[in-house]
């Protein structure tokens, strides 16, 4: 039977803790990595969070590898990373991806609007649009 996504939801969120801002915060003082993983035109279009890291999601693997000549020096398997994105989807499913990769401390923070909410500092939109 084919995969659906509403089973690797389901994969994702049995094995990737989903914490609050309030969590990430005090994990990013102690030197973990907030990685956001929208395309950069939702960057562009809607902003940021202050010191966030950006990887798109469809470069993920080639980033975190570090057999990859595409690797991002920023993914360290022993370091703290927490993931966002704009609702929590991709950032689930994203955050199981490198726990099968062998990173150990993935969380998934949920979007960018949970971060604003919880008082973030957000970066501007590059682009507001019309």
């Known amino acids: 039977m084919p995969l659906t996504l509403q089973q ?3 994969d994702a969120n ?9 969590q990430a915060q ?3 003082e102690e030197g973990a990595l907030l990685l956001d993983i929208r395309d950069a035109p939702e960057l562009s279009a809607n902003g940021r969070v202050m ?6 999601r469809g470069m993920l693997e080639f980033r975190a590898d570090p057999a990859s000549p595409f690797h991002d020096g920023e993914m360290k398997m022993d370091r703290v990373i927490l993931l966002h994105c704009a609702s ?4 689930a499913l ?3 991806l ?3 990769m062998g990173y150990q401390a993935v969380y998934n923070t949920g979007g960018l609007a949970d971060w604003a909410a919880a008082g973030a500092a957000i970066e501007e939109p590059v682009d507001r649009g019309m």
């Not at 929590?88 to 950032?91: D, Q």
């Open 8 to 10: 690797m939801m389901e």
């Open 14 to 22: 049995a094995v990737v803790e989903r914490i609050s801002v309030d």
């Open 26 to 28: 005090k994990l990013r």
């Open 51 to 56: 010191g966030s890291h950006h990887i798109p």
């Open 88 to 91: 929590g989807g991709r950032a």
């Open 94 to 96: 994203a955050s199981k």
């Open 98 to 100: 490198l726990k099968d």
